[in-house]
């Protein structure tokens, strides 16, 4: 074989594994990035919502939520209750701290929390879970809210549940190997409730066609 079939056939390999390179790459961005921000949302919403329900736990469990904290009930000289009153700041204090924790939990959050494991991309029938992560950062915390919503359940003969739920939403920006999104997570947990005996109070009712603050 002559140098110049030689310089070539070298020239036609180069170009081959050079097309072959090109098509790997529009395939990872065409199939796997897509993928893989899919993946990272996903898995950021889910360790949102876990991280709001432990900040929630932890304030029930400090003592700082509970029902007669929240609402006061006023009873009438037989006992039976004549209507229901919300402590907005209590609310109000709730929400900032549950928040505050919230906010500071989530941009601490790493990429073994929220990473997208390599596997999972790959061969998620086989190796989910393993292999390297993908690196995913939350890049900001957009915004963050929570409001409060009254349900009641009958209970029983003449009983009623009375359930405060607490609605935290966070709005946040990551970063993943396709670029950045846009992240929305929502919680509902139950913050505080009682079962009250006799007629659910009529005042009371018509505070809750609206949410509280």
């Given at each position: 074989m002559t140098r110049r079939r030689r310089r070539i056939r070298k020239r036609v390999v180069l170009a081959?594994?050079?097309?072959?390179?090109v098509l790997l790459l529009l395939v990872v961005r065409l199939?796997?990035?897509p993928l893989a921000e899919d993946l990272a949302v996903t898995r950021v919403t889910l360790r949102t919502s876990h991280l709001i329900n432990e900040a929630i736990d932890e304030q029930i469990r400090a003592g700082a939520v509970d029902y007669e904290s929240m609402v006061l009930l006023e009873k009438d000289e037989t006992g039976a209750v004549t209507a229901l009153k919300t402590n907005?700041?209590?609310m109000n204090t709730l929400k900032?701290?549950?928040l505050d924790q919230v906010n500071r939990e989530i941009l601490q959050l790493d990429v073994d929390e929220i990473g997208v494991p390599l596997g999972n991309l790959l061969l998620p029938g086989l190796f989910s879970g393993r292999g390297p992560?993908?690196?995913v950062r939350i890049l900001t915390v957009r915004s963050s809210d929570a409001t409060f919503e009254n349900q009641f359940t009958q209970a029983g003969i003449n009983q009623t549940l009375h359930q405060i739920v607490m609605t935290v939403s966070i709005d946040m920006t990551i970063v993943t190997p396709a670029g950045t999104a846009q992240v929305e997570s929502a919680s509902h947990v139950v913050v505080a409730e009682t079962v009250i005996v006799g007629t659910v109070p009529s005042s009371y009712l018509a505070l809750d066609a609206a949410a509280l603050p």
């Open positions: 081959v594994l050079a097309a072959a390179a199939r796997l990035f907005i700041a209590e900032t701290q549950i992560y993908l690196p």
